[in-house]
T-cell receptor
Framework: DAGVIQSPRHEVTEMGQEVTLRCKPI?????LFWYRQTMMRGLELLIY????????DSGMPEDRFSAKMPNASFSTLKIQPSEPRDSAVYFC????????????FGPGTRLLVL | GQQVMQIPQYQHVQEGEDFTTYCNSS?????IQWYKQRPGGHPVFLIQ?????EVKKQKRLTFQFGEAKKNSSLHITATQTTDVGTYFC???????????FGSGTQLTVLP
């Protein structure tokens, strides 16, 4: 298996632009998680899905952030409009059939908002 | 909300020395997981502890889960340069359906 796939790996954009991050989880995994990692705040859970349904989005920082999972093999995290403070590494992770079981992280998307 | 404190934040050791990082949760956990993140990389799962007082070993790594299921530790014996990275604990609270990562301990091993 190729593992969790994320794209793009790097994104540089200007403040106010829309940013879309993409994730393909491991096939057969029921759970998908989006994390944000910064030096100041560490690793934060933003939202997670179970069988494509958003379960907990309490970690989403504000309305500028939205996430979707239209099918079992694809999810997006969108920031609109982006701000410099959104600069971070965004990780997608998936896990099998148990909530908060072993999580497999993707390589991350390094986002820089100028 | 649930908080997971991890200490120390940084640790520098000479190759061959031992290393320990500690996690403490503000609430009782259903399980605790440990991850390693190499510089520039992504977190990689190491182990999960579920039972009170559980101890698990992976070669030079020893993981413990406290009796009260509120604290945990990771001990590395005789560190090697390949151990360099940041070690995170992540506490899962079944009742609150939350997974909270500690702030991580960044380990540097000097040759």
């Amino acid at each position: 298996d190729a593992g969790v796939i994320q794209s793009p790996r790097h994104e540089v954009t200007e403040m106010g632009q829309e940013v879309t991050l993409r994730c393909k989880p491991i096939s057969g995994h029921d759970y998908l998680f989006w994390y944000r990692q910064t030096m100041m705040r560490g690793l934060e859970l933003l939202i997670y899905f179970n069988n494509n349904v958003p379960i907990d989005d309490s970690g989403m920082p504000e309305d500028r952030f939205s996430a979707k999972m239209p099918n079992a093999s694809f999810s997006t995290l969108k920031i609109q409009p982006s701000e410099p403070r959104d600069s971070a590494v965004y990780f997608c992770a998936s896990s099998g059939t148990v909530l908060f079981g072993t999580q497999y992280f993707g390589p991350g998307t390094r986002l820089l908002v100028l | 909300g649930q908080q997971v404190m991890q200490i120390p934040q940084y640790q520098h050791v000479q190759e061959g020395e031992d290393f320990t990082t500690y996690c403490n949760s503000s609430t009782t956990l259903s399980n605790i997981q440990w991850y390693k993140q190499r510089p520039g990389g992504h977190p990689v799962f190491l182990i999960q502890l579920v039972k009170s007082g559980e101890v698990k070993k992976q070669k030079r790594l020893t993981f413990q889960f406290g009796e009260a299921k509120k604290n945990s530790s990771l001990h590395i014996t005789a560190t090697q340069t390949t151990d360099v990275g940041t070690y995170f604990c992540a506490g899962a609270s079944g009742s609150a359906r939350q997974l909270t990562f500690g702030s991580g301990t960044q380990l540097t091993v000097l040759p």
